[in-house]
């Protein structure tokens, strides 16, 4: 998590509270690339998250994989955040079996559709984790 320390402004708070992360992860039986995001998805939170992205897509054995974004706690994402996002989804598009985009919120859902009319897998989005079918 990047944060600060110490007595913060309320801006200052609220980045605190954002979060990306990128972990191999067991899903409704099924083991999925699960990208996890709270607060506002920033430039910054996308450059660390999709050089973690990559590493872990370079670690694994697996052909085709199931990807999961987590945004049920994710407020907003910056335009540039979802730019370089959608580089890496282009980047490993061949590799990419299935992309599950969970959240209730309709900006995040639009802005799934947009990277998955710029791509060649399928793009699910789904309200619940439990919606996810690997």
Known sequence: M????????EKQQAQSEDLASAKWHE???GTCLLLTFKGTFTEKLAKTLTEEWC???QESKEEKVC???????????????RI????????????????????P???V???GM????????PMKTVEKMEDVKP
């Open 67 to 81: 990807i999961v974004c987590d945004c049920l706690e994710m407020k907003d994402y910056d335009a540039l955040a």
């Open 109 to 111: 859902k639009y802005g």
């Open 114 to 121: 947009i990277m998955g009319a710029l791509t060649s897998f």
């Open 27 to 29: 899903i409704n039986g």
């Open 84 to 103: 370089n996002f959608q580089k890496t989804l282009k980047e490993f598009q061949k590799r990419i079996q299935t992309f599950w985009v969970v959240s």
């Open 2 to 9: 990047f944060g600060f320390v110490g007595k913060n402004s």
């Open 55 to 57: 590493k872990l897509m």
């Open 105 to 107: 919120s309709k900006v």
